[in-house]
């Protein structure tokens, strides 16, 4: 990523949009909105000294909700151009407040609340499409309860959680346990808030709180000890619940024992006939990490195939098996229901036995679907170039990168699910079929004259 | 006159040092302003100034007017990572008309400011120290030269299959030169011997017909019946022998393109194969090309040979081959019975997947078995154990077709041998990198695509045909070869000739000079690495840039 940012023949467009394409292959007329940042790239070095001040937490998607940023913000650390950008949806100017503190702390003055999106007309030669895929909803299937277990979740936030720089710092939290610590959290600022109250009714009176409520008469009660006596009914319940918040926070302990789920919204024709290729592999990778990280962790990985196609692949798949206690089981589970200690209970069939298994794990991963992205349909309008039945760029096999219009290519899961090697091959396949249409040769000259 | 610490001469000496603030990244936690002071004071320094960015185009321009208005012939900056800015400052410091090999950076945030949050003396006194170094570093700097050599536009490409032959389509559609080299009579490899593809039209027909595009582009010289006999040499220059049914034919090339494909397993005994009754996918896809093909019960196994302790990898495409020759027989004899027999169907995409569905509807039967309880066959019959069912199941059949991997082809090994490139332990080649560089090889100038990496399919091996020709193209479309100057170099005067340094080069950039007994640096294919200089017993061996002086000369300044 950084060499593409560096090199010298690559103008790099990031946060812009192809509003339009007209003219054809070799003379394509280009036009690009170039969403306004409301920072100057030119001046933004990327320190994130505005990041460090801005008041407004934003949930963080790229660490799939599991934290936050902030209003201004870089996707994330690595990313290239390392300029930041203003959410406006969340900025407190931009939603007409008052604020401005980035604007303060920006030194190199980059800061402009009054930048607006630019159109930037380009000619171009020829054009790649490489605008990826997206992760299927596993929320549309019922039966998987993924919004209702908060121990169920997807490759990609278990990715997350797997990343030292991620949410749980590599440490595989169950989401359950850190949604009550962050109750326990909030709990205790009430709690604490409400005890410094309760100090001041005490001081002024020189009794205990719990005193006064053993003697307490409404109808006698002055109007101060009223409302004292309110806040000390608020108080009890409160400290009652986060004592038993925190017996059960005692009992926490990360996730060891893991099932994947694989072919979630592929391989299922309610939602995506197709197989999406790579995930066999990444929850194999992902078992493995995790018991790398926590040697006691062992892992079951629930598919109709173990689909390990690739250079090394299979080998990586039986040494998972050998070396990281990962069990693989041909079964299509069926339900998942919640159990005790928030525990998700997988229901499935043990097929050999011809019985229906209730198996419980710590964590659920699920495998979900490598989906055509939303925006597909729009940017085939807008290139003018057809889909597939499946939802991806159409190409044909004689010619594997060619889409229905001539000097527009199409590489890795914008053309059809695969992994990385064969993405970045399909890359370098898609920028020589693009070297050849803007190429000119000896038979092109004889062909136009 | 002047004198260092360490004693060395430092008159004419004019080092400029630029301390950066990086906004409040490195000022928030240390003292620049006092950093910035204390280097005026360091031998040598004739300039120093702090800037909020150096990075920025307001701090680049102040380090090319202070090369310019203060003549200086060092420059030191000490802000964030060389990885992501040693290039910006040495190449602005070019343009100001400085050496930038006289250029020496030092990093006051990643292991500085930003390890040491909160102790602002620390981390103060860590810069300073950290600065002393580096300008110590710059004062002990030789001024070099990049490296140049010169480019021919001309590849050459091994073996003549789908793969090459698309690799050579694509260099010559980008005006290239191409030496295509293929062993058989003619080209097309083992599509040739293909009956039809997933889209049923001929394999032959349509590899043929590439063969002969590729063969009436101009700038392809196609060498059927041939073999690359010698090559050496390195990228933009590799020399090249290919011995041809008239003569030996000797040529120089830029860029070399492994393509010399892959060959399916046929081995005796393998589920009692015979040629007749048991027969590989390959033969099967003769005998429905011929029109020879004869059976009511067909029952294919798949993995024969395959994800075993002899040969543990998947080879790939042997399930969606099965399923295709699957739904051929069933789409011509409706009523014949076909048994796919299979550990896991490997039908990965959107179309293979598809294919298993639509092959599922025509009523092709597919069962599991387990690997510790292989298919039996014999006796016109073949019995396994059902790994779903847990269940022993026979079926009668005519006709057994054992799905073999691909496995690379016997000659592969001398093809690497040639070029000294590597191969894993299956014998296919080893790519660059598995993930990142799967077409490239780790020796320069050198690339390998289509079954000879690992099995493909007949697309697969185009795209990556294709693929290799933009990365040959990024070499060969420039003027010439220009790399870093920070390269070995070996003292010829002392050096013993103890090959040492050769063995350890993971580049093939050392040489051993037979008529000299010394070892000499290919300085082009020498990447930096250093591994010669800290190995050599005699110090002939040093890596420029970082020579013993000018690394004691920081150590010194500690």
Redesign the interface.
């Given at each position: 990523m950084l060499d593409v940012g560096r090199h010298p023949n690559i103008e790099l467009m990031a946060y812009s949009e192809v509003e339009q394409v007209e003219g054809s292959a070799g003379c394509f007329k280009v036009r690009v909105r170039r969403k306004a940042r409301y920072v100057d790239e030119d001046k933004c070095t990327g320190c994130g000294a505005c990041r460090e001040k801005c008041p407004t937490d934003v949930l963080d998607m790229y660490n799939e909700g599991h934290s936050t940023r902030k209003a201004i913000y870089s996707w994330f650390a690595q990313g290239i151009p390392s300029t930041h950008t203003i959410d406006p949806d969340h900025c407190r100017v931009l939603q007409g407040k008052k604020c401005g503190v980035c604007q303060k702390r920006c030194e190199a003055g980059a800061i402009d609340f009054e930048q607006k999106d630019k159109i930037v007309d380009l000619d171009i030669g020829a054009i790649i499409v490489a605008t990826g895929y997206t992760v299927f909803d596993p929320g549309k299937i019922p039966e998987y309860r993924y919004r209702d277990l908060p121990n169920v979740v997807t490759a990609v936030e278990f990715e997350r959680f797997l990343s030292a720089s991620g949410p749980t710092h590599g440490h595989i939290d169950r989401p359950s346990d850190i949604l009550a610590r962050r109750e326990i959290a909030d709990l205790e600022k009430e709690e604490s808030r409400l005890q410094k109250t309760l100090a001041r009714y005490e001081e002024k009176a020189g009794a205990t709180s719990q005193s006064v409520f053993e003697t307490f008469a409404a109808e006698t009660a002055t109007p101060e000890q009223q409302q004292w006596m309110e806040k000390y009914r608020e108080y009890l319940p409160l400290t009652e619940k986060l004592a038993a918040l925190r017996s059960k926070a005692e009992g926490f302990a990360t996730a060891k024992r893991l099932a994947f789920i694989q072919c979630v919204g592929s391989r299922d024709l309610r939602f995506y006939p197709f197989c999406s290729g790579f995930c066999c592999m990444h929850s194999i990778k992902e078992a493995i990490i995790a018991h790398e990280h926590e040697n006691a962790t062992t892992s079951v990985i629930f598919g109709m195939d173990i689909r390990a196609v690739g250079k090394g692949f299979d080998e990586y798949k039986v040494r998972g098996g050998n070396k990281s206690n990962i069990t693989y089981r041909r079964s299509r589970v069926a339900e998942i229901v919640n159990g005790p200690n928030d525990n998700p209970v997988l229901v499935y069939e043990d097929t050999q036995q011809q019985k229906v298994v209730r198996e419980d794990f710590d964590l659920v991963i699920l495998a979900t679907a490598c989906a055509p992205n939303e925006g597909m349909k729009d940017m085939a309008a807008i290139l003018g170039i057809e889909l597939n039945r499946f939802g991806f760029f159409k190409t044909r096999p004689e010619n594997p990168l060619d889409t229905t219009r001539e000097g527009i290519f199409v590489c890795g899961c914008a053309h059809s699910p695969m992994d990385i090697p064969e993405s970045v091959a399909q890359a370098s396949s898609a920028a020589s079929r693009a070297v050849q249409t803007v190429t000119v040769t000896p038979a092109k000259l004889l062909k136009i004259s | 006159m002047k004198q260092n610490k360490t004693g060395e001469n430092t008159e004419g000496l004019r080092v400029g040092v630029f301390i950066c603030?990086?906004?409040?990244?490195i000022a928030?936690h240390l003292d620049c302003a006092e950093v910035t002071k204390y280097a005026a004071n360091l031998p040598g320094v004739v300039f120093t100034k702090e800037n909020?960015?150096t990075?920025?185009?307001a701090g680049i321009s102040e380090i090319q007017n202070a090369i310019r208005e203060n003549n200086l012939n060092r420059v030191v900056v000490a802000s964030c990572s060389p990885?992501?800015h040693h290039?910006?400052f040495a190449s602005s410091c070019a343009q100001a008309g400085m050496n930038p090999y006289l250029f020496e950076m030092v990093n006051i945030r990643d292991q500085c400011s930003w390890v040491h949050m909160g102790q602002r003396d620390i981390a103060t006194a860590k810069a300073k120290d950290l600065v002393r170094m580096g300008v110590a570093k710059s004062t002990a700097l030789e001024p070099q030269k990049d490296i140049e050599s010169s480019i021919i536009r001309k590849i050459l490409v091994i073996g003549g299959g789908i793969a090459g032959l698309s690799a050579a389509e694509?260099l010559?559609?980008?005006?290239l030169e191409v030496l295509l080299v293929e062993k058989e009579e003619r080209c097309g490899g083992l599509m040739l011997g293909l009956n039809v593809?997933?889209?049923g039209k001929s394999a032959a027909g349509?590899v043929s017909e590439l063969a002969a595009t590729v063969a009436a582009?101009?700038g392809v010289t196609v060498f059927t019946a041939s073999r690359v006999a010698e090559i050496s040499g390195y990228i933009g220059n590799f020399k090249v022998a290919i011995e041809t049914p008239t003569g030996r034919v000797e040529d120089t090339v830029g860029c070399i393109v492994v393509a010399c494909g892959a060959v399916p397993l046929v081995e005796e005994g393998l589920f009692g194969y015979n040629g007749k009754d048991v027969i590989t996918q390959m033969e099967l896809e003769q005998r429905l090309a011929t029109g020879s093909f004869k059976a009511a019960r067909v029952v294919m196994i798949q993995c024969a040979g395959a994800?075993n302790a002899t040969r543990?990898?998947?080879s790939?495409i042997c399930c969606a081959t099965a399923v295709k020759n699957a739904m051929i027989i069933k789409r011509k004899y409706p009523l014949a019975e076909v048994h796919v027999l299979y550990r896991?169907?490997?039908?990965?995409?959107?179309?293979?997947?598809?294919m298993l569905?639509d092959a599922r509807g025509m009523g092709i039967k597919f069962h599991?078995f387990d690997q510790k309880k292989p298919p039996r066959v014999g006796d016109g019959k073949v019995t396994f154990q059902h790994?779903?069912?847990?269940e022993t199941k026979e079926f009668k059949v005519d006709l057994t077709v054992l799905s073999t991997p691909l496995v690379a082809r016997p000659e592969s090994s001398q093809v690497a041998a040639l070029m000294r490139v590597p191969c894993?332990k299956n014998g296919?080649f080893l790519e660059a990198h598995?993930?990142?560089?799967?077409?490239d090889f780790a020796a320069d100038g050198i690339f390998v695509c289509g079954s000879a990496?690992?099995p493909v399919t007949?697309?697969?091996a185009?795209?990556?045909?294709?693929?290799?020709?933009?990365?040959i193209?990024a070499i060969l479309f420039k003027e010439k070869l220009v790399k870093s100057g920070i390269v070995a170099e070996i003292d010829q005067e002392t050096c013993v000739g103890c090959m040492g340094c050769l063995n350890v080069c993971p580049y093939e950039a050392i040489i051993f000079n037979r008529e000299t007994g010394v070892c000499e640096v290919k300085e082009i294919l020498c990447k930096g690495c250093g591994n010669c200089a800290s190995t050599c017993p005699s110090h002939s061996a040093v890596l420029r840039g970082y020579k013993p002086e000018q690394l004691l000369a920081q150590i010194r300044a500690i």
């Amino acid at each position: 990523m950084l060499d593409v940012g560096r090199h010298p023949n690559i103008e790099l467009m990031a946060y812009s949009e192809v509003e339009q394409v007209e003219g054809s292959a070799g003379c394509f007329k280009v036009r690009v909105r170039r969403k306004a940042r409301y920072v100057d790239e030119d001046k933004c070095t990327g320190c994130g000294a505005c990041r460090e001040k801005c008041p407004t937490d934003v949930l963080d998607m790229y660490n799939e909700g599991h934290s936050t940023r902030k209003a201004i913000y870089s996707w994330f650390a690595q990313g290239i151009p390392s300029t930041h950008t203003i959410d406006p949806d969340h900025c407190r100017v931009l939603q007409g407040k008052k604020c401005g503190v980035c604007q303060k702390r920006c030194e190199a003055g980059a800061i402009d609340f009054e930048q607006k999106d630019k159109i930037v007309d380009l000619d171009i030669g020829a054009i790649i499409v490489a605008t990826g895929y997206t992760v299927f909803d596993p929320g549309k299937i019922p039966e998987y309860r993924y919004r209702d277990l908060p121990n169920v979740v997807t490759a990609v936030e278990f990715e997350r959680f797997l990343s030292a720089s991620g949410p749980t710092h590599g440490h595989i939290d169950r989401p359950s346990d850190i949604l009550a610590r962050r109750e326990i959290a909030d709990l205790e600022k009430e709690e604490s808030r409400l005890q410094k109250t309760l100090a001041r009714y005490e001081e002024k009176a020189g009794a205990t709180s719990q005193s006064v409520f053993e003697t307490f008469a409404a109808e006698t009660a002055t109007p101060e000890q009223q409302q004292w006596m309110e806040k000390y009914r608020e108080y009890l319940p409160l400290t009652e619940k986060l004592a038993a918040l925190r017996s059960k926070a005692e009992g926490f302990a990360t996730a060891k024992r893991l099932a994947f789920i694989q072919c979630v919204g592929s391989r299922d024709l309610r939602f995506y006939p197709f197989c999406s290729g790579f995930c066999c592999m990444h929850s194999i990778k992902e078992a493995i990490i995790a018991h790398e990280h926590e040697n006691a962790t062992t892992s079951v990985i629930f598919g109709m195939d173990i689909r390990a196609v690739g250079k090394g692949f299979d080998e990586y798949k039986v040494r998972g098996g050998n070396k990281s206690n990962i069990t693989y089981r041909r079964s299509r589970v069926a339900e998942i229901v919640n159990g005790p200690n928030d525990n998700p209970v997988l229901v499935y069939e043990d097929t050999q036995q011809q019985k229906v298994v209730r198996e419980d794990f710590d964590l659920v991963i699920l495998a979900t679907a490598c989906a055509p992205n939303e925006g597909m349909k729009d940017m085939a309008a807008i290139l003018g170039i057809e889909l597939n039945r499946f939802g991806f760029f159409k190409t044909r096999p004689e010619n594997p990168l060619d889409t229905t219009r001539e000097g527009i290519f199409v590489c890795g899961c914008a053309h059809s699910p695969m992994d990385i090697p064969e993405s970045v091959a399909q890359a370098s396949s898609a920028a020589s079929r693009a070297v050849q249409t803007v190429t000119v040769t000896p038979a092109k000259l004889l062909k136009i004259s | 006159m002047k004198q260092n610490k360490t004693g060395e001469n430092t008159e004419g000496l004019r080092v400029g040092v630029f301390i950066c603030d990086c906004g409040s990244n490195i000022a928030g936690h240390l003292d620049c302003a006092e950093v910035t002071k204390y280097a005026a004071n360091l031998p040598g320094v004739v300039f120093t100034k702090e800037n909020l960015y150096t990075c920025s185009e307001a701090g680049i321009s102040e380090i090319q007017n202070a090369i310019r208005e203060n003549n200086l012939n060092r420059v030191v900056v000490a802000s964030c990572s060389p990885r992501t800015h040693h290039p910006l400052f040495a190449s602005s410091c070019a343009q100001a008309g400085m050496n930038p090999y006289l250029f020496e950076m030092v990093n006051i945030r990643d292991q500085c400011s930003w390890v040491h949050m909160g102790q602002r003396d620390i981390a103060t006194a860590k810069a300073k120290d950290l600065v002393r170094m580096g300008v110590a570093k710059s004062t002990a700097l030789e001024p070099q030269k990049d490296i140049e050599s010169s480019i021919i536009r001309k590849i050459l490409v091994i073996g003549g299959g789908i793969a090459g032959l698309s690799a050579a389509e694509a260099l010559a559609g980008m005006g290239l030169e191409v030496l295509l080299v293929e062993k058989e009579e003619r080209c097309g490899g083992l599509m040739l011997g293909l009956n039809v593809l997933e889209t049923g039209k001929s394999a032959a027909g349509q590899v043929s017909e590439l063969a002969a595009t590729v063969a009436a582009t101009a700038g392809v010289t196609v060498f059927t019946a041939s073999r690359v006999a010698e090559i050496s040499g390195y990228i933009g220059n590799f020399k090249v022998a290919i011995e041809t049914p008239t003569g030996r034919v000797e040529d120089t090339v830029g860029c070399i393109v492994v393509a010399c494909g892959a060959v399916p397993l046929v081995e005796e005994g393998l589920f009692g194969y015979n040629g007749k009754d048991v027969i590989t996918q390959m033969e099967l896809e003769q005998r429905l090309a011929t029109g020879s093909f004869k059976a009511a019960r067909v029952v294919m196994i798949q993995c024969a040979g395959a994800r075993n302790a002899t040969r543990e990898y998947c080879s790939r495409i042997c399930c969606a081959t099965a399923v295709k020759n699957a739904m051929i027989i069933k789409r011509k004899y409706p009523l014949a019975e076909v048994h796919v027999l299979y550990r896991d169907m490997q039908m990965y995409g959107d179309e293979k997947e598809q294919m298993l569905w639509d092959a599922r509807g025509m009523g092709i039967k597919f069962h599991v078995f387990d690997q510790k309880k292989p298919p039996r066959v014999g006796d016109g019959k073949v019995t396994f154990q059902h790994a779903v069912l847990d269940e022993t199941k026979e079926f009668k059949v005519d006709l057994t077709v054992l799905s073999t991997p691909l496995v690379a082809r016997p000659e592969s090994s001398q093809v690497a041998a040639l070029m000294r490139v590597p191969c894993d332990k299956n014998g296919f080649f080893l790519e660059a990198h598995a993930k990142l560089r799967p077409l490239d090889f780790a020796a320069d100038g050198i690339f390998v695509c289509g079954s000879a990496r690992y099995p493909v399919t007949s697309v697969e091996a185009r795209t990556q045909g294709l693929g290799v020709a933009s990365r040959i193209g990024a070499i060969l479309f420039k003027e010439k070869l220009v790399k870093s100057g920070i390269v070995a170099e070996i003292d010829q005067e002392t050096c013993v000739g103890c090959m040492g340094c050769l063995n350890v080069c993971p580049y093939e950039a050392i040489i051993f000079n037979r008529e000299t007994g010394v070892c000499e640096v290919k300085e082009i294919l020498c990447k930096g690495c250093g591994n010669c200089a800290s190995t050599c017993p005699s110090h002939s061996a040093v890596l420029r840039g970082y020579k013993p002086e000018q690394l004691l000369a920081q150590i010194r300044a500690i």
